[in-house]
């Protein structure tokens, strides 16, 4: 089963517009962390925001910010005001931190957002 | 250094081939991750080294791949008689401790590995 689940292979968003990128994850882990990078066609991978399990309030990072539902097993990510430079392959990732040893991120499949003027 | 560099930044090699990458991580930074991006597969782990501790080889995928850190600091892939379904972008990256809360990865630019 795949841990980390993007169900959007492309998006496409209007400028100045806010977008919704999915996320679903699966673990039995009751300690782990879910990140999003940004990978333009650079290829350079880019952190972008950071939830922790145990965190009580959403994670925010100037125009990001993750929704996190624990229950539900999602943490999609928002961005809001869209650029054209966010145009980009945006990855989620989740650690697990209770198996000692095991502190590699396990990535999505990605998502392809394209920002239109 | 500013961040985690890697070379070569593209590597051409026939089938049959041994090759090696590089990776400098970010300096004091103790924990440091291979990973691997194709398009069928997309990002996988491959290995990774923390401090002094036995390295977690769980994501090597055949045992052709090996990796080395030497000194706590430079880390190299070693691929061997490569394969044509090897070809890839080969990326490194880095974090302070390796464990733990955000402990953000920075990863380097990639190597990208092409098998004839």
């Known amino acids: 089963a795949q841990k980390i689940t993007q169900t959007q292979p492309g998006m496409f968003v209007q400028e100045k517009e806010a977008v919704t990128l999915d996320c679903t994850y699966d673990?039995?882990?009751?300690?782990?962390?879910l990140f999003w990078y940004k990978q333009p066609s650079s290829g350079e991978m880019i952190f972008l925001i950071y939830q922790g399990s145990y965190d009580q309030q959403n994670a925010t990072e100037g125009r990001y910010s993750l929704n996190f539902q624990k229950a539900r097993k999602s943490a999609n990510l928002v961005i809001s005001a869209s650029q054209l430079g966010d145009s980009a392959m945006y990855f989620c990732a989740m650690r697990e931190s209770g198996r000692a040893g095991s502190y590699q991120l396990t990535f999505g499949k990605g998502t392809k957002l394209s920002v239109i003027p | 250094g500013a961040g985690v560099s890697q070379s070569p930044s593209n590597k051409v090699t026939e089938k049959g081939k041994d090759v090696e990458l590089r990776c400098d991580p970010i300096?004091?930074?103790?924990?440091l991750y291979w990973y691997r991006q194709s398009l069928g597969q997309g990002l996988e782990f491959l290995i990774y080294?923390?401090?002094?501790?036995?390295?977690?080889k769980s994501g090597l995928p055949s045992d052709r791949f090996s990796a080395e850190r030497t000194g706590g600091s430079v880390s190299t892939l070693t691929i061997q008689r490569t394969q044509q379904e090897d070809s890839a972008v080969y990326l490194c990256a880095s974090s302070l401790v390796g464990w733990g809360g955000l402990d953000e990865q920075f990863f380097g630019p990639g190597t990208r590995l092409t098998v004839l």
């Open positions: 300096s004091g930074h103790t924990a």
């Open positions: 080294f923390q401090g002094n501790s036995a390295p977690d």
């Open positions: 673990t039995s882990d009751p300690s782990y962390g």
